[in-house]
């Protein structure tokens, strides 16, 4: 196991790694600082989410060993945020969502290259970039539980057929396990068209329901939750409800009651949600580039 200092905090990391890590996060904050002066000026709200969330709450920046940015935002301001990008028609940004024939996954990814892209299809320009962030997009929740469960399993079982766009995706893929139950499926998935995939991505998204919350079908962290209604939605006007919060040397959006989304995502198996205490670092050997918060 390693061990060396980084942002002041002891990490499982090599050197080399940090020097790499350092530069990356470096490129995402110019990038979101970008995307949030355009979300601002445009009265576009966000919040940050998931490792992003935790990082500002116990970290006022980047989780020290964090590879990546998270945000969330409703549908209706996504669209909003698109359509703003698309009209700059500027060349160093790249937005990738279920509609896009090359990625066509239901998480949203703006890729940035401060020379400018040469490609316009996701697998090439994921090579050129030098910045990303993940966009989760909210939709209103079905009132149904069950309905609810049953967009999240199929945005899941389209998520995994979409994989098929990456190259050597097998290499990529993490656990024994996941390679395994991929190569099973290899046959079937190769099989569905990618038109049918975001045909399908499409009326889970835009599909009206009448509620009070908001749900993430499109997160690939809804995917591992043991799905119960209460915990997995969040109120329309908790969500809308953002406040300033300090991230590194800049100052970006959060929801008002990031404890009480922390707690309730991050506590599941672990233990009651009230004693959830996310501000204490995880063991060293899990302070590494694997999305241990």
């Known amino acids: 196991m390693l061990s060396n200092i980084y942002k002041g905090v002891e990490v499982n990391i090599s050197k ?38 935790i990082g500002a709450a116990r970290h006022q920046g980047f989780i020290p060993w964090d590879d990546d940015m998270d945000i969330a935002m409703t549908l209706e301001n996504y669209l909003k945020l698109k359509k703003i990008i698309e009209l700059k028609n500027d060349n160093r940004i790249k937005i990738f969502d279920w509609n896009s024939k090359t990625f066509a996954r239901s998480l949203v990814k703006i890729e940035f ?3 400018g892209f040469k490609n316009n299809d996701y697998p090439n320009c994921a090579l050129e970039t030098n910045a990303s962030v993940d966009i989760v997009v909210v939709v209103t929740a079905p009132k149904s539980n069950f309905k609810a469960r049953y967009n ?51 009326k889970v998204i835009y599909k009206k329901y009448k509620s009070d919350r908001y749900y993430m079908p499109t997160s690939p962290f809804a995917y591992k939750l043991k799905f119960n209604y ?52 995880p063991p060293l050997q899990e302070r590494k580039r694997t999305h241990n918060y």
């Open 230 to 281: 209460e915990l997995n939605t969040i109120k329309k006007s908790m969500f809308n409800d953002v406040i300033d919060i300090k991230f590194e040397n800049y100052k970006l959006l959060i929801m008002k009651d990031y404890d009480w989304v922390i707690k309730h995502a991050y506590s599941k198996g672990k233990c009651k949600i009230e004693d959830y205490d996310y501000k204490t670092l």
């Open 152 to 202: 999240i399993l199929k945005t899941k079982i389209l998520w995994t057929i979409s994989l098929k766009l990456i190259p050597n995706v097998n290499k990529q893929i993490g656990s024994f396990k996941k390679k395994m139950l991929f190569w099973f499926l290899k046959p079937f998935i190769f099989l569905v068209p990618i038109k049918f995939v975001i045909r399908s991505v499409n």
């Open 16 to 53: 080399s790694e940090i020097k790499e890590l350092s530069k990356l996060q470096n490129n995402f904050l110019e990038f979101i600082k970008m995307l949030h002066d355009i979300m601002i000026e445009n009265n576009i709200k966000y919040s940050l989410i998931w490792g992003s969330m």
């Open 113 to 115: 290259s401060k020379k």
